[in-house]
């Protein structure tokens, strides 16, 4: 083919293209409308129905329940998935962090300031009440088991910014993150199967929801699936995030 | 769409080829962090303040705390 018949040929496709998506935008609701009508039946059902004043939580985790676990399981096995593939292979030794061979002749690692130091520690205890105040009021506000997870796995990431890696090994050994991570996982998937032992639809709220709307306490199994969520979500990224850790500082090729 | 919705919108499409335009990888991982503040606030600018929130987890810490850690592994910062 030549060049221009390759030209021609990409200019058709390509026009082709471009009305296609034109006359898609053309049929899309202008920005910010909304015209389904499944938002405003869950607006005006899901306080009566569930008592969580969190409506999005509502959805995640009740209306649409079983979706939420899906997602929970494709973080679970890209958990463990790293921590296969991130194994210290045959051909590599664990060397101590800044040890000998480690140094370029006449440099030395520049040490952490103290200032970074000073401020990860700082902040590591108020980011992980934040993370668990988000896991545990899904129900309540708009926050949930995902983000509390994910702001809880920083602050054990600033332990180890602060400085102190051997800390963070201390508090993250591998055994324990991943049976945190498969509880929080098995839980969540245990209360689906829990709720058919009862005889109620798979993930059905069968928890007493308890009053008034909004309290810590009520929408039954929303807040029970968010703490669970939230467990499996900090035990995830903390197992990445120590597989990753251990490749940049301990694990050494041994040619 | 209000002025402030506008205005954040044209912030992440500036953002986000700022970060395609850089070359230098360590670099880019720490503008793709700010990146990720600016995409948080269109989410908090457009309501969603939970999905701001995973934004600001993943987005400005996790991620490029990951790549950086890949980039330390590989030595991608000597290049």
């Given at each position: 083919m030549t060049p221009r018949a390759r030209l021609v040929l990409f200019l058709v496709g390509v026009s082709g293209l471009v009305a296609f998506i034109v006359w898609g935008l053309a049929g899309v609701p202008a920005f910010g409308r909304y015209r389904g009508p499944y938002g405003y039946l869950v607006d005006a059902l899901a306080i009566h129905q569930t008592?969580?004043?969190?409506i999005v939580s509502a959805v995640n985790f009740y209306y649409r329940g079983f979706d939420t676990l899906g997602e929970e399981f494709i973080l679970f096995v890209a958990a463990v998935g790293v921590a296969t593939v991130l194994r210290t292979l045959r051909d590599e030794t664990e060397g101590s962090p800044g040890?000998?061979?480690?140094?370029?002749?006449g440099r030395l690692a520049t040490p952490t300031s103290e200032t970074v130091r000073t401020s990860a520690l700082a902040f590591t205890g108020p980011v992980l009440v934040v993370g668990w105040f988000l896991t545990t009021h899904a129900q309540t506000s708009p926050s949930g088991g995902f983000q509390g997870g994910v702001v809880m796995a920083s602050a054990v990431a600033l332990v180890y910014l602060a400085g102190h890696y051997v800390v963070f090994k201390r508090i993250s050994p591998v055994d324990l993150t991943e049976t945190v991570e498969a509880l929080g996982a098995g839980g969540f998937a245990l209360l689906g199967i829990g709720t058919l032992v009862v005889g109620?639809?798979?993930?059905?709220?069968?928890l007493p929801l308890g009053a008034?709307?909004?309290?810590?306490?009520?929408s039954g199994t929303i807040a029970l699936i968010s703490f669970f969520v939230g467990v499996e979500v900090v035990a995830a990224f903390v197992l990445i995030l120590d597989e990753f850790l251990e490749q940049t500082i301990v694990v050494r090729s041994r040619r | 769409m209000t002025t402030l919705e506008v205005l954040v919108l044209v912030l992440v499409g500036a953002g986000a080829a700022v970060v395609v335009a850089t070359r230098h990888p360590v670099r880019q991982v720490v503008l793709l962090s700010m990146y990720g503040a600016v995409l948080m606030v269109l989410f908090l600018v457009l309501q969603a303040p939970d999905v701001a929130l995973s934004e600001l987890s993943v987005g400005t810490v996790v991620l490029p705390l990951l790549l950086l850690l890949g980039l330390a592994k590989v030595g991608g910062s000597r290049t």
């Open positions: 008592h969580a004043t969190g040890a000998d061979d480690e140094r370029a002749a109620a639809p798979f993930l059905a709220d069968v008034p709307a909004g309290a810590v306490d009520a | -």
